[in-house]
């Protein structure tokens, strides 16, 4: 996590049990310090947004509203790796919803 992040998702973090590693966005690159604990730590680094698997999960959110709410004339996705974005017109285009 940046060292800069916001403590409330410090703290939000660490309520799920998770361990932090704070780097400084300044001089260390995010993936690279990822791969290398993965690879120290002998696991899989699973990328946050361009990976199929994580796109089809985020697809589920646009899925899952159209259930709650029903027909929608157009839904506005926010946009930061990419991911959300992708996975909800993924899931949307069989219904040719517009989406932006």
Known sequence: MP???????????????AEIIF???????REQLCQQIAQERNA???PPFDYPDVIAGQ???????????GTLDLLL???GG???????AIAL???RLPVG
């Not at 060292?3 to 049990?17: I, L, M, N």
């Not at 780097?23 to 690159?29: I, P």
């Not at 990419?82 to 909800?88: A, E, V, Y």
């Open 59 to 69: 697809g589920t959110a646009a899925k899952e509203l159209l259930e709650e709410v």
């Open 3 to 17: 060292q800069d992040a916001p403590f409330v998702k410090q703290e939000a973090t660490r309520s799920y049990g």
């Open 44 to 46: 899989v680094m699973i």
């Open 93 to 95: 285009t069989p219904l």
């Open 82 to 88: 990419g991911g959300l974005l992708s996975g909800c």
């Open 77 to 79: 996705v926010c946009c």
């Open 23 to 29: 780097y400084d966005r300044a001089v260390t690159l």
